[in-house]
């Protein structure tokens, strides 16, 4: 099979209307298969608080309950899911939406309550390349939300990086694959006040040094770990860049030495 | 193809667990080719309260203004759709969550704003028969909420018995399609108060005797008549029966003479 492209966007995309329009058209201009992984955004949260339920956080972190749980699945598998998709499709791309219970197609499992019960919260255990394969095949693109399931009739909020990392694995399955991550920042920034200052790429070699001399730090070191797993599992290359930057060649790429 | 069983559930089902949870099993359990359509229930007017937004109603009907496109959309397409999709997957059944936007599987329009303007509320066009044939080819049960959208990034919110009409249109299409709406009676009863009254059997010719003696009024008049339409456009047979009864022989057929 051809190249596949498996790009992310976050909250700060999602939450922005006229950047997430921006970003949709260029996602859609992009030739060959695809695939697109959202996280969520705000109005999980704001939705959260107007039905009164109470936001619950440990350690900084959000305690997905039932009622937390039934939010997001609304909200990320429901409105921003089909507004994506919906988009999509008037911009001539063939979307179709996803959680991991759709066609089984990611399981997880949900993640142990010790040290720290975060509710129902999962971690990926498998994507269906197979599945995945055959809807890129059809012609069409599929659009992830991060909401999985456990096979056992639970729904689970997920980390939206690492259903996209596990999502990318997939592919790699199937086609040579590029992952790409769109955030914030034009890339990983030698000077974190500097938006000029993008390293353009990172190798397993190069990343020893860059984080020896603390050019890295903070939390670009688990995105950057991630992505050199990724590529040790078989991802081609991770590109991290800015959501405007889709269709440029800006941002840092990760790759093998 | 071999034959393809279109059932329909509505707010009757949604809204009581057990009911449901019988229900999916039972379904779960129907072999070969089946597409699942399903209505909303009461969640979507208590989460619309709960957030403050207004209910809006012209001559009995809602009006879908954005507020309320953004909650049926979460409601429907999320929650319900996703819910039952995992608790199918926990079943055994391979199912896939789909609104009308997903694959460009159902495109609907907007109805018009005269004489009444019911606001983000869609007929449907078309259904893309060979895409749906695809799916059920590689084994996957399509799940469908109500949510179309009109192929210019606005999603609108439809009646799930037409919806449910359209697929199976559209899968009769591909396959001799039967077409199982499941609500709160046994079938079309010869005295409303008897559920033991049920009419086994109703044809085109049938029908007008019973319409003109007034043993079918009010509510099925038009439930009958579209499926008499169903069946005039090639749909195998439609029954009409209680969700308890999915597996058993029960509820009203109707079929061509």
């Known amino acids: 099979m051809e190249k596949i492209r498996v790009i992310k966007i976050g909250g700060n995309v999602i939450d922005n209307p006229e950047v997430l329009d921006r970003f949709l058209a260029d ?3 992009i030739e060959g298969k695809k695939i697109l992984v959202h ?3 705000k109005l999980a949260t704001r939705l959260t608080k107007e039905l009164g339920y109470e936001v619950q956080m440990i350690e900084g972190r959000r305690v997905t309950d039932r009622q937390t749980l039934d939010v997001v699945t609304m909200v990320y598998a429901g409105l921003c899911n089909k507004q994506i998709v919906a988009k999509l499709q008037a911009l001539g791309c063939n979307a179709i939406g996803l959680s991991g219970a759709d066609g089984n197609i990611v399981r997880a499992h949900r993640r ?3 040290p720290i019960d975060y509710g129902f919260v999962g971690d990926i255990d498998s994507v269906d390349s197979p599945l995945l394969g055959h809807l890129l095949e059809v012609g069409l693109t599929p659009v992830f939300c991060a909401i999985m399931h456990d096979g056992e009739s639970s729904l689970l909020n997920c980390n939206a990086d690492s ?3 596990a999502i990318a694995l997939g ?8 992952l790409i991550f769109c955030f914030e920042k034009r890339g990983v920034l030698r000077d974190a006040e ?3 200052s993008v390293i353009e790429r990172i190798t397993p070699t190069s990343y020893q040094g860059l984080k020896a001399e603390g050019i890295v730090s903070g939390g670009m070191i688990p995105k950057i770990e991630n992505a ?7 991802v081609s290359s991770v590109c991290i860049k800015h959501a405007d930057d889709l269709l440029t060649e800006g941002g840092t790429t990760i790759q093998n030495d």
Do not use: C, H, N
Request: no cysteine; proline share 7%.
């Open 39 to 41: 996280g969520g955004g």
């Open 171 to 178: 592919a790699a399955a199937l086609a040579p694959t590029d």
């Open 228 to 234: 050199l797993q990724a590529i040790a599992a078989g």
């Open 163 to 165: 259903v996209t990392q």
């Open 27 to 29: 996602f859609a201009r």
């Open 112 to 114: 142990p309550a010790k």
């Open 194 to 196: 500097d938006e000029s």
